[in-house]
Structures are given as structure tokens and as C-alpha cells.
């Protein structure tokens, strides 16, 4: 070892005591100078002393319980790059984490290899600037300017463009859930084209398309001769998404075994090709959506809970239309325009149906109300969309649910539960055009749980059917 004036210097920051020493003996031995303190404090004294050439911080330890470690060391020293590393992941924390301009963010037990890549790969990333210093949030009107493709102005989804905004510079793992058609993916195109690697490939990854026995081959390539029918040698997806952002759609779909082999990956930003031996080094952001509750899933025993840790450090939850107030009208009139493509001999809503579709469940969010503008602009002969130009599910919501909360709460649980069961397979239907076998995909069900179901509703899929 050499104590050479260029050797990096690394102040660890950690309350437990074994921790910081192993941390600092593995950094020491891999060449680097470093100095381990126990607290915030200290840590703080020591950045106003002594030059550092990056900082690894856990989260909760004395001295951070209000993250002032990590936020006196941004705004004071914006140049040196700071790695956290926490037991305890949770989201507002991981949000102001990024905010804060956060280099990485490692989770406990974190292991050395991966400690030392990411180590390495920070300190060999040139400096940034002071003046990149901590960003200022735009405020509601600008951040709507800012992502004109997302529509809405609801405070949930200004919250969403929130943290779209501030993960979107980062290199962070983003997990969004929501319910089909709540515009998991558009937000993920948005976090990659206004992030740094936007002039690179946006891969996208539906989990729900590769068979288990495909996945290896499927995402990481195979040599020619790896099994029957590998003619050549052929370059998995992942290999496409190298300093771009690798797009994975469905992840609560991936079996499990899929999940174990996508963890590697994802740790070590490499994998080995089918019937190679040489590994391949990505250098791959990871952005996934799913529409299932993944940590029940974990709860479950159904989804790996390192993955998610790994994959959610960011997570984000899409509210449902129905929850997004007025969006629904900004969201039809965006609609009414972009399919008539300029020639808007449709002007609007009508007032009913302005009202019909704030009572309305959507049950397929805004997938479905592009579905019914579009049904309309092909309908209506009027100036105005009216409400005999929606679909008959839609209109019967407006007539059996003037309230629907106070209506709700006169019926039994098991009633309204099969009402919000017959609107889902309606729309579901509506949606899929009465094909069963993509309704029931949808549904998580075997074609026949899907007939059984309809039937049990008085539904035939014939009166979908254009
Ligand atoms: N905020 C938004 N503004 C404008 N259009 C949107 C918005 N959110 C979604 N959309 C549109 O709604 C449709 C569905 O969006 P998207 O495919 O992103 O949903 P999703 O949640 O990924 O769906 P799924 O779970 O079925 O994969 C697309 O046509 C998309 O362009």
C-alpha cells in the first residue's frame, strides 16, 4: 500500500462500530485513504478540516437523525460526492436523499463487491461544479410546464411530477406501482428523457411476455450452439439497454427463479451470457412498474424482498383517475385534440358528461378514457361530446349513482363488492373488445375462471364484439 498525496481520501460516517471498521480495513486494502467516524458531528468537524474526495454516510446515526449531515454536506461541499447506506430504507427519506443530489444509495448488508463498484465508479466521475449544487423545486405551474406530456394538475399528481423532478437526474432504481392504465410507463419515459441518460436507449422489458424458460436467453443473450435452435450468437436485451435505462413492465409478474437471476444483474451491473463465461458489464439504470401491491407480494413469499429493496429505492404510487379531481376533463379535452388532430370539429364536454365522468370509477384509469374519447370522436355528430355518445357501462353509472358514497352505505359489503366486480368486467371487456383470453390475462385468470365469472354477472362477451 502506498500513501501517495493522490490516493483518494473517503470519510465513513456509521454508528456501529464493526461496521466502520470493516468498511474502512476493505477501502484501505483496496487503495484508497480513508478516515471513520462514529457520528454526523464529527463527521461535519472533520469535512471542515481535511479535503475528501467523497463521503459514505449511514442514514440514522447520531448526528442525521434529521439528516443534517447530509444536508450541511451538499450545500457546504456540493463537489464531494456522498454515497448513503442505510438498514432502514424508507421513502421520504429516500426522496430527500435524491433531492439532496445523493451519489448512490446502498442498502444493509451491503456487499463489498458492489460497496467497491460503486465506490469507484463515484470517484472516477468528474466533479461536479458548485453551482450544481442542491436544485430548487419548480413550483406547480412550472413543473406542469416542464413535463407537458404529463397531464394533470391534481395534487396527487403534482406530487408525482415532484418526485419525477427530482429522481429524474439521479441514477436512483424507481419502482412505480398503480393500477393498469394509470401511466406507470409514461412516467417512466419521463424520468429517463429529462435524466442524463436520455440520448441513450429507454429498453423496455414486459415480463409478462418472456416465458420462464426464455427469461437467461431472453434478457442476457446466448452463444451460438447454447441450446437447440441458437444458430448465432444473439445479444440479450439488457445488452441494449447499456447507459440507458432498462424498462421492466409487470415486475410482480417474474417468477421467482426469473427474480433471482435479474437480483445478480442488478447488483453487479453484469451477467453472463448463456453458454458463455465471460461476464458483460452494463452500466443500466432500472425502472419497474407493476400494478400489484409488491411488498404484500413480499409479505407473501411471492417476490424476493432484496429485489424489491434493490429495485424500489425510489417508489411511487400512481393515483387512480378517479382520485385526480378535475384531471379527468384536462385529460378528455388533451384527448379530444390529439385525435382529432387538428381539425376539432368537437369542441367539449357537455355538462353532463363532465358530471358523469367525475362519478364514474374508471376502472381502467386513463387508458380507458382515451378509449372513450376516442369512441366519441368517431360517434358524436355534435359540437359537444354527449353522454349518448359513451359507452352504456359509463352511462349507467351516471344513472345509478348520483352519490355514490352515500349509496354505497346503504348496501351490503358482499353487494358493492360484486357491483365494482361487474363495472371491472365490463370495462374489461369494453377494453379488450369482448376477446376473453386477453381480458382474463388482464384479470389474472384462466379463461375459463373468466366464462365462469361472466356468467355469474349475466355478461356475454358477444355484446363487445365490434
Ligand atoms: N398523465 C398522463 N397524461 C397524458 N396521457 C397519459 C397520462 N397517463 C397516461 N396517459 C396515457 O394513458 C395510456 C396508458 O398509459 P400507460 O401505458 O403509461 O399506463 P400503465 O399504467 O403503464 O398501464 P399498464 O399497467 O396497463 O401497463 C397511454 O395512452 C398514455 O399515453
Known sequence: MNDSPSKKRI???????????????????????????????????????????????????????????????????????????????SLPTAIESVRLGIADYLLKPVKYEDLLASVSRMLSQPTAMASESIPIPPDAEALS?????????????????????????????????????????????????????????????????IPESLFESVLFGHAKGAFTGATQDQDGLLSHSHRGTAFFDELGELPM?????LLRAVQEQAFTPVGKSQLVHIDTRFICATNR?????????????????????IHM????????????VLLAHAFLDKLQRGEARIKGLSDEVIDCFGRYRWPGNIRELRNVIERSVALSQTETVQLSD????????????????SVLAEISREEALDNADQSYLTALLEKHKGNISQAAQQAGLSRQGMHKLLSRHGLSADDFRA
Open 11 to 89: 470519510l465513513i460516517a456509521d454508528d456501529e462500530p464493526l461496521y466502520l471498521r470493516t468498511t474502512g480495513q476493505l477501502l484501505r486494502k483496496a487503495g484508497y485513504e480513508c478516515v471513520c467516524v462514529p457520528d454526523g458531528k464529527e463527521a461535519l468537524e472533520r469535512l471542515h478540516k481535511e479535503p475528501f474526495d467523497l463521503i459514505l454516510s449511514d442514514l440514522n446515526m447520531p448526528g442525521n437523525l434529521k439528516l443534517e449531515l447530509l444536508q450541511q454536506g451538499r450545500s457546504q461541499w456540493p463537489h464531494i460526492p456522498l454515497i448513503v447506506i442505510t438498514g432502514v430504507p
Open 145 to 209: 410546464a416542464k413535463y407537458p406530456e404529463i397531464i394533470g394538475r391534481s395534487e396527487p399528481m403534482i406530487e408525482v411530477l415532484e418526485v419525477v423532478d427530482r429522481v429524474a437526474h439521479t441514477d436512483t432504481n424507481v419502482l412505480i406501482s398503480g393500477e393498469s392504465g394509470t401511466g406507470k410507463e409514461v412516467i417512466a419515459q419521463a424520468i429517463h428523457r429529462y435524466g442524463r441518460r436520455a440520448q441513450q436507449s429507454f429498453q423496455v422489458i414486459d415480463c409478462t411476455s
Open 257 to 261: 427463479a426469473s427474480q433471482a437471476r
Open 293 to 313: 401491491d409488491l411488498q404484500e407480494e413480499v409479505n407473501a413469499g411471492r417476490f424476493r424482498q432484496d429485489l424489491f429493496y434493490r429495485l424500489g429505492v
Open 317 to 328: 404510487e400512481l393515483p387512480p383517475l378517479r382520485e385526480r379531481g378535475d384531471d379527468v
Open 390 to 405: 359513451l359507452p352504456k357501462p359509463i352511462r349507467d353509472a351516471e344513472a345509478s349513482a348520483p352519490r355514490a358514497v
